[in-house]
């Protein structure tokens, strides 16, 4: 069964920063745009598009995090978020979100993000904030479904000659 848990003072963070963070999806959004207006497109890629989510230092960002919740299924672990307060504006930034493949599909996302919900209205939060892709059309739906509203992109976020070239980033809203 589900349960969902801060992690304890002191917690091992690398069996956590080893998750597996890929996904494959066979439609992604394309972004179509006008001088003054963008729209998100669904469009069917073949071959599917297989990403692995990869980070310089994993443990260091975890450890960057104000607070990490994490998803244990029969005690082992199926998922884990990541919270940053950003005191100026009063957002809490989704930094970190992944569930383990095994565990898809069967809510352990929503669940971690009722928990952020929680947690965030025990702060100053107005609401809960995170960036994705327009190539992650999996984690846009999940979001929509998940109470976020598509709140922004930027087109301009990714260095065509760095990773993440060929991407928009996707910005996306749930007020508290
Ligand atoms: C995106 C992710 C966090 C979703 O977690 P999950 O536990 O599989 O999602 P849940 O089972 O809680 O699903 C919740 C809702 O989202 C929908 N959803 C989840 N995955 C979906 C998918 N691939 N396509 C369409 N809808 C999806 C579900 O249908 C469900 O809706 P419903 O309950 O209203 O029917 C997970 O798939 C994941 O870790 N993906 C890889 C890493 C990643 O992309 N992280 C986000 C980076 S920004």
């Known amino acids: 069964m589900l349960k969902i848990r801060p992690a304890a003072p002191g917690e091992a963070l690398a069996p956590l920063a080893a998750i597996d963070t ?3 999806t066979d439609r992604i959004y394309r972004v179509q745009r006008t001088a003054l207006s963008f729209s998100l497109e669904e469009e069917v890629i073949a071959p599917p598009y297989h990403k692995t989510y990869t980070f310089d230092d994993p443990v260091a960002e975890l450890r960057d ?3 990490l919740l994490i998803a244990e299924w029969d005690q082992k672990l199926a998922g884990l978020i990541g919270l940053k307060y950003e005191a100026w504006n009063r957002r809490l930034g989704v930094g970190h979100l992944f569930v383990a493949p095994p565990h898809r599909g069967k809510g ?3 669940g971690l993000i009722e928990a952020a919900v929680e ?3 025990s702060t100053e939060a107005r609401c809960l904030w995170l960036e994705t892709q327009n190539t992650n059309y999996p984690a846009v739906r999940f979001y929509l479904r998940a109470g976020f509203r598509l709140c922004g992109l930027d087109e ?3 260095d065509p000659r760095g ?3 060929g991407e928009v980033a996707l910005y996306f ?3 508290l």
Do not use: E, I, N, W
């Open 108 to 110: 352990v996302g929503r």
């Open 173 to 175: 809203a749930r007020d």
């Open 22 to 24: 890929s996904f494959t």
């Open 156 to 158: 301009s976020l990714y």
């Open 163 to 165: 990773p993440g070239r």
């Open 65 to 67: 995090m104000d607070q």
């Open 119 to 121: 947690y965030a209205r």
